[in-house]
Structures are given as structure tokens and as C-alpha cells.
């Protein structure tokens, strides 16, 4: 494929914020490589011409792109036996040679990191986002009141899913109206779930967490959508990163530095569900704690970065003390969104 060029003014492109700007003109292979490979953030990317078709994704495969022998897509429901895009992968296809998948970008830990670089890498990221018609899916706990906290020149609409009289409705309302913002709420009904039950894609194959958190962030995209948003970020990751979950308490540090490794490593099949779930609500979905140099410098922090003394999430709560988010929020515990928001009883309740 040496010496052919290839034409991107046309591509259809998902996140992609640190290069979409760049995305014009004639461009050798290696020049496309070279280009994408300066993007961090989530990306998918498709070009399709009557000569040949280019596909491309991030170093986790964040965002959902699908092709078989005869088209691709973002939607794996509009393809017969869709195989997904392997991550960090360029895929090329033209009249003069086989089609030809390469993987151009992965990981590479850097150790040293810390909660001030971490501030560096992600707020530079979020800067980049539209400035109109962002919207945060937020419950009020770090993960995503940071995210809301270093957004908030941007006047993003804060959407919060939860059944009425959930955990999640009023902790949700208490942290927006203590960062000087309001937030929107898409009430969860037995007639949402099931409606939203029926678009989520390739269901009968999702636990029923998977089902559960599905059905959110589908409802809260659409809910989004209507409400004139673009592109919904959510904190995917974070917990991988830090060391979010219950299951990593009592682990010693090497093993925590192991699995959580692991976890990042295998996260992709929960981002693509939600990504997918976001994408048929309406919106763009986008992941900023998964930009790669952000992901990178957090793998190779210390443990007790990550888990110290009882709390989890340091350096996370280290980077909401930089920018002065309120102190109960940088304080705040987790709280799995399918049970904060009681979408979970539903799915279990009409046993989808």
C-alpha cells in the first residue's frame, strides 16, 4: 500500500478532539498513522470512498466501530456477522491490495506520576471538548463531579438517572448545587426500562448488570439528546485506575498494581456497551479518564496513590484538592450506578 493516498476530508469521526481539526486534505498511511497516533482521547473513525475504506480506533477500542466483508459502521446492527475493530488498530481496504488490519498504538506505563500531571493531562483534554452541547451523566460522586468541576466553563448539562426517592436523585442534586450547578433528571419508570431495554444492542447476551447499566446511560443519552446535547462523558475507568471497587481492598500493593493492570487491560467489552447504549440514545459518547497519557501515568503510580490507609481513589481526591472541588465531594464514597439509581430492581423485576 506504499505510495497511495488517501483523501480524509470526508471521514465520519467519534471523539478524535486532539486531531479531528487536522483531518483534512491527502494523506499517505504513515502520515494517517502518524496523526492519529497524537490523539489520546477516544476515537473511531470511518472513511468510506468508492476506492477504498480506512477504520481506526483508540488504544482500548473505546468506541464501538464494526466491519465485515462488505461495509462498516459504528453500529454493529446495521452489519450481517459484525466483527469489532481490535483496539488501537488501523484497518485498510482498497482495489489494489487485501484488506490490511495493523495495530499502531497501545500502552506505555510511565512510571512517577503524579496527581498534578494527572490534573495537566486531563484538563488540557477537556478544554478540547465542544463548547456547546456537552452533558455529563452524573450521580454526584467523584468520578463525575471532577469531571463536571473542570468542565464547568463550559455550561455542560448535568443528567442524573434514578427511580424516585433513589440514592442517586439527591446525592446528585446536593453535589451540583454545591459546585454553583443544577443538574436535570431523567426519572426511571418500569415503561422506560422496558422500552429502552428493547434498543440496547445484542442484549440477550449482557448480565444483568450489564443490562442494568445499559438501560442507563441509554435513557440518559436520549434524555440528553433532547435536550439539544451532543456528546455525553461519563467517568468509565476511573475506578480501574484507582482502585475503585470493593474487591480491591485487602489486596497487597503488588497484587493491586496487578490487577488493576488487568483491569484496564480487559475494560473494553463495558465501555463498548456503554458506548453503544450512549450511541443509540442520540449522543456522542466520550470517556476523558481513558485518554492513553492519562491512563499511562495512573498505571504507573504508586499504590498508595491508588489505595491508602483505608481509602481509595487518592490521587483522584488528591486532583479534586487541586482545583478546589468541594470537600464532600472529593470525600465521597462509591456507589455503583445500577444500585444508586434503582435501575437494577427493574431489570431483576421484569426478568430481562
Known sequence: ?????????????????????????????????????????????????????????????????????????????LLDHPIALPAGSIFIKNDYAKPDIRQYVGFKIEPGGTPEGLLTILSKYIELLPEKGLAIAFSGGLDSSLLAWLAKKKAPS????????????YDAEVAAGKMGMSNQVVKITEAAVRNAYKM?????????????????FYLISQKAAQDGAKVLITGQL????????????????????????HDVLFSRDGMMRDSLAVLRGGLEPNFPYTHRRFVNMALGMEPQMKIYDGVNKIALRKMGKLVMLPDSLVSAKKRAFQYGSGILKYIIKLGL
Do not use: W
Not at 29 to 34: N, P, T
Not at 35 to 45: F, N
Open 200 to 216: 440496547i444492542y445484542n442484549n440477550k447476551h449482557l448480565t444483568v448488570m450489564d443490562k442494568a447499566l445499559a438501560v442507563g
Open 158 to 169: 448535568l443528567f442524573t438517572a434514578g427511580i424516585d426517592g433513589s440514592k442517586d436523585l
Open 238 to 261: 476511573a475506578d480501574e485506575l484507582f482502585g475503585g471497587y470493593k474487591r480491591y481492598f485487602g489486596l497487597s500493593p503488588a497484587e493491586l498494581i496487578a490487577v488493576l493492570e
Open 1 to 77: 500500500m506504499k505510495g497511495i493516498k488517501y483523501d480524509v476530508d470526508k471521514c465520519q469521526i467519534l471523539g478524535g478532539y486532539e486531531v479531528r481539526n487536522k483531518l483534512k486534505g491527502i494523506y499517505s498511511l504513515l502520515g494517517l498513522k502518524r496523526l492519529l497516533m497524537e490523539e489520546g482521547g477516544p476515537l473511531a473513525l470511518l472513511l468510506k470512498h468508492e476506492k477504498y475504506q480506512i477504520m481506526a480506533n483508540d488504544y482500548l477500542g473505546a468506541l464501538p466501530i464494526f466491519y465485515n466483508e462488505k461495509d462498516a459502521a459504528f453500529d454493529p446492527s
